[in-house]
């Protein structure tokens, strides 16, 4: 229902509208002042924070200096003579307490390939008489007994090839008519570029590489690890290509008898064998795609079957003859 009638604010004289905005007005100066009192409260509490922090600063700069450690503190740095864009040979970090210097680094020996050498042979074509197998480097090379000595260096050059190549090179070392000896010198320089293990035929000690002692190749503590292979559950003779006879065969750890057979059982069938012959912990653990055995709580193997010194928990001391080689070719 519309209404009888109004009063506008022409007719009572005051412009109720007008009214209105001043009010809301004069309330919203009192919220314009409240936010500003909030900004500037948080601009009080960032600038307190700040300060917080220099002054945390200071004092710990202070600290430094009143026991003295500011005044010892030192950098380091490597140059080369040649340039910027060389990569340094040797790094250098100071300690606290190092004194200032300049020091010059001289390099007075590189690092020698290394390098084996077998028994002395009378001739380099007749026939070894020595047949079997060992491994270089993890690569098996079989030997017949009518191959002579340039033969068996030809075989152990035909496995340093392809993507397994074993990187040792053979040659002969002749020093006189009825004197020649077979080298063998790792590709890579270093102290341990050459692993050669003996088969049951004892190939290796025959020709003067190794002699009848034996260590725990890879020892810590008394965590002793094998050499690695490419997989825990084929048989080691499949895995390595052993043809020789490698099983059943008894080592003796910590101790106690232990039956392997590497013709029948993989790292993991070994493990669990030597674990429950002995009570230690075996497991076959992993470094990326190779797999390797790790036995703990023993420092104690012997094996006169070859058996442990082909899986390289155990290796086989170089002959005396070696003494004679670094070096000569």
Do not use: C, W
Request: aromatic letters at 4%.
């Amino acid at each position: 229902m519309e209404p009888i009638g109004s009063i506008s604010g022409l007719i009572s004289g005051i412009d109720f509208r007008d009214l209105v905005d001043q009010i809301i007005a004069i309330e919203g100066r009192g919220i314009e002042a409240a936010n500003q009192r909030i900004t500037q409260n948080e601009t009080r509490l960032k600038t307190l924070t700040e300060y917080r922090s220099l002054l945390s600063s200071l004092m710990d700069l202070a600290t430094k200096f009143r026991d003295g450690s500011a005044l010892k503190s030192v950098t380091s740095s490597v140059s080369t003579p040649g340039g910027a864009n060389t990569t340094p040979l040797v790094g250098a970090a100071p300690n606290v307490g190092a004194s200032p210097g300049t020091y010059q680094i001289e390099v007075l020996q590189r690092a020698a390939a290394e390098k084996v050498g077998s028994q002395q042979f009378a001739s380099t074509s007749d026939a070894l008489g020595v047949s079997g197998e060992f491994f270089v480097n993890g690569q098996r090379i079989a030997i017949a007994a009518t191959d002579s000595l340039l033969a068996v260096r030809d075989k152990i050059n035909d496995a340093n090839t392809g993507a397994n190549a074993t990187r040792v090179t053979a040659s002969i070392l002749s020093v006189g008519g009825n004197a020649h000896r077979l080298i063998l010198t790792s590709d890579l320089t270093g102290a341990a570029g050459i692993n050669l293990v003996d088969g049951t035929d004892d190939v290796l000690r025959t020709l003067g590489y190794l002699d009848t002692t034996t260590r725990v190749k890879r020892l810590s503590g008394t965590t002793a690890e094998s050499d690695r292979f490419n997989s825990s559950t084929d048989t080691v003779a499949a895995t390595l290509g052993l043809t020789g006879t490698y099983g059943p065969t008894d080592v003796t750890i910590d101790g106690q008898a232990v039956s392997i057979d590497l013709a029948t059982q993989s790292l993991s069938d070994i493990a669990s064998t030597i674990a429950a012959a002995t009570g230690l912990t075996a497991t076959v653990e992993s470094d990326g795609n190779e797999f390797y055995l790790s036995i703990q709580g023993t420092t104690q193997y012997s094996d006169a079957n070859r058996t442990l010194e082909i899986l390289g928990i155990v290796e086989a001391g170089r002959s005396g003859i070696q003494k004679t080689i670094t070096g000569a070719a």
